[in-house]
Every structure is written in structure tokens, then in C-alpha cells.
């Protein structure tokens, strides 16, 4: 690596792109950085967060230290393609996606599987973009961290660092493990939260007679649109098992009210309660 | 009204009851109160919030200016028959459950129909009891006043005064538009976030992938759930068809993800979001 290389090569300057790129420039390292929204890679250089703005070809990521991908899922199997022919066999390259397989698929695909650890951050939220990027959003926050099954032990340990560095707490797991499990306690979430407010929508309540407990119920309803349906769809099998066990729930939930079966009610309630509540 | 009446008698120190009887002694009322737990009678007259402890046949309550019953919406009509024979005609009677035809049906076939006002604050919280009590709860909340059809009106402006005396936006409706509305925008969510956590917990999905959106978007499933099944059970007719046609929706999201048919996950995420959102 010559010194004139970016320690960090990050690709997308959202929430997550651009928070990690704010920590890692407070940090010393030198970042570079493509953003597709000119006026956010000009935002990002201007606040001095961005060292080197790249090309929309991103020739010059290839030889930092690690690459971060931090685009939609539906869009970082090209950025992979982008990379692959500039690409140091010792770079680390991740991303930051809710799903892990499909990337992981593609990654394995171009012969990347060698320097490839797939990761996602639990530090999402319904707001988006370099204005809603900050400083400090992983700190205590727990990483997925998902080695591809050829990952040399040297790439998964940089990405281990990278999100200790950030404040996150790293949990080693694979691919396949995080998508089925992520269904159920992050997407299967997010759509309810969706179908919360379409189901509203349609009923065509009064919107300013809900509660405080009923806006927080649907505060994920204000995440990206676009951002969501890639994810849902990137993971549908998984995603679309899960919300039919929970169909099938709402159903007993219907069922017991009909008849006025209260113990019934009390049952499910008092089981979703103690869940939560971690009892 | 002998000087030695209190001014606002309060039956049930919880949440609401305990919120109301704090701001009101904060304001030199004088506040007469029965709560079933002795020990958070006890707690609420050491902390001067409570001049007059009142007995559990109510005896003394009915002289009051106004009555508020602050217990679960299934304990609320039992609470009315214990006023029935000591109540000043012209005390305001009211109530702060979540639904509002079920106590105004019973005040109506008690007789007291000329002097009941269903009220609903939407100050609720998954926390519950006297301890999770504070000052200046209501500010700036929305309340749902719900004068029986025989209310007068000096009963009607004593309910809307109290409301705005705690700082709340009262909102003057019939309790059916309130029940049919409320199974829309509280009832619903509530439902579903105890079926979303029970749902998980059924998955056996762990609860630490849980992130921050998981966590908000099922907050409400920390909420007592023995008040909730009155509350649920109560309004069930329209709970009901609000849980039908959300169910249909997630059956829409279900079929739309078996399809790989990006457009229509999309438009359904679009909806919910534009609709949050205010759009």
C-alpha cells in the first residue's frame, strides 16, 4: 500500500455510509468515498469527512485498506462488479446490507470470497441519507459479521477491528443464519409497520387520532420505500414464512374475540408480554 | 356542596387515575381517592397528592364536583353502580377508558345518563400503576369527551374544563364514532404489537438480533395485557374488522413476495409511508 492510498474506501454516503465515513475521518484515517448524489460526495468533502472523492467507476477504492459497501441491497452486487477487476488481494471488502446471502452469493460468484465479510449494523432507522448521517450512531450497537465461507482469518479479523473501532460489538455468524433470523426480528417488524399504516390508510381513520403508542408502533412505516421493498424481496422466502406464521396469529387473535373467548385473548397477549419483556 | 366536599373524587390511582389526581392537588384541589391496593392509597396520601382516602363502598365520593373513574373499562360499570345512590345531581361524572359505548351504556341504564361524560385521554404507555404516575401527563395530549346522549350541558362544559384544566386538547365525539375510530388507530396497533412479539416468540427467534426498529415497533407489547384483553374483548366488534382487514393486507405483501412482483410491494410500502408521513 503506498502512502498516498485511502485508508477506507467507502460507496454510498447514506445513514450508514456516511456515519462510518464520520467516524472513521475523526479517527485519522483518510477516506475515500463515491456517493451517485453529487451535491452529498460535494457535502462530504466540503465537511471534511471525505479526503478523496472517487469516480463513478470508483477507480481508486481498490487500494485501500478495506472497501465498504453501503448502498441498497439491490444495488451492491454491481458496485462488487465495479471493484473486482482494481481490487488489492489484501483489501477487506464488506457491506452494510440487511440481507447477507445475495451479496455474499455475488461476492463468491467474482472470486471475491477470499477477502469478502459481509456485515450489517443493527444502527438502521427511518430516517436516511447523508443529513440523517452522524457521528457516534454505532456505538454499543451490536454488527453482524459474516465471513464468507472462503474468508481468509486475516480480512475477517479487519472486519472484526472495523467495528470495534466504530464502538459496535461484532457477533460472528453466517449469511444464511442472519437472513433467517433477521426475517423474523428486523424485516418481519418493518412490514408490519407498513401494513400497520396501509391497513390505516385504507380504513381512512383520522390520522391525528392516534396515540403516542400507536405513531411508535408505525415509526419504521417512515423508512425508504425503494430502501425496503429491495430487502423484503431479497429475502422473501424467509420474510414471507414469517408473516404468514403471524397471518396465522392475527387469525387466533379474530377467532378469540368472536367468541368472546377471554382466556384465549389473555393467553396470546400475556405470551407476546413476557417475550418482550425478556421474562 | 358543604366546604368539607372534595373537590374531585378519583377512583383508581394508576397511570391515568394517578396522573389526573397529582395535577389537580398540584393546582389546590382538594382530592378524595379510592384505589383497591391499600399500599398505593397509602402511597398517594403520604405524598400529599391524596387529602381524603375514600373506603371501597365509595361513601363520600358522590359529593364531590366530579367523579372520575380511572379503573380497567371492565371493572368501570361496577364502579358506577357503587355511585349510583350517593351522587349529587349535579356532579359531572366521567371515565378515562379506551372505549366509551360499554360505560355510557351502563350510566344510561342507571339513570345517570344526564350527568355521565366519557372521557379518553391518549396519554397511554406501556407502563402501568401508581409508580409509573406523574405530573403534567396530559399536556398537550388529545382528549375524547363523550357526552351520553342526555348529558346536560354544564356537565359537558365541567368535562371539557377539566380536560383543558390538566393541559389536554379536548376533542368533543360520540362514544360509537370514538369506539369505531380508536379500533383504527389504538386498538390495532396495540393488537399488533402483542401479535408481532408473540408471533417471534413462537419463531424462537433471539431476542437480542432484536435492533432498535424491532424494539419501538413492538413497545406496546410491554403494556398490561389483563387490561388490554378488557379493553380488546370490549370494543371486539370493530377490533375485529380492523384485525380482518389487516390481515388481508399481509396476505396481499404475501402473494406480492411469491411473486417477485416489485411493483406491488412497493406501491403497498409507498402507501403506508405517504399515509405516516402525513403525505
Known sequence: MSSADPDFAIVGLGLIGGSIARDLAALGATVAAFDADPATLDDACTAGVVRRPLPASLAGAGCARAVVIAVPVTAAPGVLLGLRSQLRTDTLVTDVGSTKQSIEHAALRQGMGE?????????????????ASRPGLFRSTRAFVC???????????????????????????????????????????????????AAIARSRADRDWLGPGGRDTMRLAASPPELWTGIALDNAAALGHALAAFRRCTADLEQALADGDEARVRELFDTARQWYCGG
Do not use: I, K, M
Not at 477477502?115 to 443529513?131: I, T, Y
Open 147 to 197: 465471513p464468507s465461507p472462503r474468508a481468509r482469518n486475516d480480512v475477517v479479523q479487519a472486519a472484526l477491528d472495523l467495528w470495534r473501532t466504530l464502538g459496535a460489538q461484532p457477533t460472528l455468524t453466517t449469511a444464511a443464519e442472519h437472513d433467517r433470523q433477521l426475517a423474523w426480528t428486523s424485516h418481519l417488524p418493518q412490514s408490519v409497520a407498513y401494513l400497520l399504516a
Open 115 to 131: 477477502q469478502f465479510v459481509g456485515s450489517h449494523p443493527l444502527a438502521g432507522d427511518h430516517r436516511a441519507g447523508w443529513s
